[in-house]
């Protein structure tokens, strides 16, 4: 099989080229093809993942390309892992959101909105590139934001774009752990929208497990989200957040932290893969070794403001994995070979969510098999959570207009509507301040 990765110079591929060497399997991954329109960042990768391979007898052969439609012919899966306006851009985005008083996240709120603006026309010129030169392909999207952009290709592609998340997977890890059960055993009841989900159940041969975790405030305090959120809240919500819902729950105290910090998130990552790429590029660098060393660097930080204002202390080291790339692999076995798995994934809602129409991309535990993936029904929402996933939904419609129209005032309702902007006049001046750094929103008029 033929796996096309864009973004193919970004840092994290060496993580899906290692789950790739892992599987030994028939019907595998043996050709993988990086395309990314900086070749000097395709080279930094290729490094890395020849010294991967090197201990691993046939591996999956990599060639690397600027040219999207080469790229793209042929392919069996395409993973859609591309940054429009690259770091800089992100921390662009934090900046003028913060300078206004508000979350700058990179997939929360108006730093999100601007990231979803510049990223939903590329999206969706590469699934009609798609549709046109690989229309049996599947497309696992990885772009944040990750439920926008999957909802923005499927309007395209179908039900053959599928958005994959590592939040999910490894909060249900956690859970899983802190109850002593296997999470390869647990059926994990988790729905909700891509970093707006919410944990209400975790059930362990028929058992529901998660009262007695709720019970318990040793238990609750022992983990990443108990630390976050404090185990009262926890309690009184019934259910354990996805992490992300942190910037909604205590959006005063994390906008506050940002503005603390010496660095935003996205000037740090901006700055440490500045360094990366420049070091990898040195002869006699041993490519792999310095990759792991930033690696870890980097998810030892990851919401580090976010554990700051709540006082949740260092990441546990078993935290510092990851796990997107399983998730891919997994998809991508279970569709080609047929074998029929459980995986909570970002896909059309159908009839899962009553509030949500059919088209509305959700995040759910979905079924998959050979013929795609297929969402679980689940029980309804409280009304606290329905009423924020509507209301999140309809900011991600606002995004996917004003990216088809080019219409400026429909930008300004985008950031207006989302309820992390609390006034029409901020998004009004959101919408002048991203216009003036991102020449990737020069399209809205």
Not at 153 to 182: E, T
Not at 200 to 215: I, K, M, T
Not at 259 to 285: I, M, S, W
Not at 308 to 337: F, H, N, P, Q, T
Request: charged share 25%.
């Amino acid at each position: 099989m033929r796996l096309t990765i864009l973004g193919g110079g970004g840092f994290r591929v060496p993580l899906v080229y290692g789950a790739l060497l892992t599987d030994r399997g028939e019907g595998r991954v043996t050709e993988v093809v990086l395309h990314d329109l900086d070749a000097g960042r395709l080279h930094a990768v290729a490094r890395v993942l020849a010294e991967q391979a090197s201990a691993t007898g046939d591996a999956p052969r990599v060639t690397a390309t600027t040219d999207l439609d080469e790229a793209l012919r042929g392919a069996d899966f395409v993973f859609s892992a591309i940054r429009v306006g690259g770091l800089e851009g992100r921390a662009d985005d934090e900046r003028v959101a913060l300078a206004e008083g508000v979350l700058g996240q990179e997939t929360v709120g108006a730093g999100g909105i601007a990231y979803g603006l510049r990223t939903v026309p590329v999206a969706v010129d590469i699934a009609r590139r798609v549709a046109r030169l690989a229309p049996d392909a599947w497309v696992i999207n990885f772009t944040n934001p990750a439920g926008l952009v999957t909802e923005a290709m499927s309007r395209h592609l179908g039900d053959r774009v599928i958005g994959i998340c590592d939040s999910p997977v490894g909060l249900g890890r956690r859970i899983a752990r802190v109850l002593g059960a296997d999470p390869k055993q647990a059926w994990i009841d988790y729905v909700g929208l891509n970093h707006l989900g919410w944990v209400r159940g975790l059930r362990v041969a028929g058992r529901d497990e998660l009262p007695r975790l709720l019970a318990d405030p040793a238990l609750l305090g022992s983990f990443e989200e108990g630390k976050l959120f404090g185990a009262d809240w926890l309690r009184s919500l019934g259910a354990i957040p996805n992490e992300y819902l942190h910037y909604y729950y205590f959006n005063r105290e994390a906008v506050h932290s940002y503005q603390q910090a010496e660095r935003t998130r996205g000037a740090f990552l901006r700055d440490q893969q500045a360094r990366f790429y420049a070091e990898v590029g040195n002869r006699g660098t041993r490519a792999l070794e310095l990759w792991d060393r930033t690696r870890a660097e980097r998810e030892a930080t990851y919401m580090a403001e976010n554990r700051e204002s709540a006082g949740a202390g260092e990441r546990d080291a078993d935290d510092l994995s990851g796990g997107y790339e399983k998730v891919a692999l997994a998809l991508m076995r279970a569709i080609a070979r047929d074998e029929r798995t459980t995986l909570i994934l970002n896909v059309r809602n159908r009839h899962t969510l009553a509030a949500l129409d059919p088209d509305a991309v959700i995040e759910v535990p979905c079924l998959v098999d050979a013929s795609g993936a297929h969402p679980v029904a689940v029980d309804p929402l409280p009304g606290h959570a329905i009423g924020l996933v509507c209301s999140v939904k309809a900011v991600e419609r606002e995004v996917l207009a004003a990216a088809e129209s080019g219409s400026r005032a429909t930008a300004v309702k985008a950031f207006a509507l989302h309820p992390l902007v609390d006034s029409v006049n901020v998004a009004r001046r959101l919408v002048e301040g991203y216009r003036a750094v991102h020449p990737g929103l020069d399209y809205l008029k």
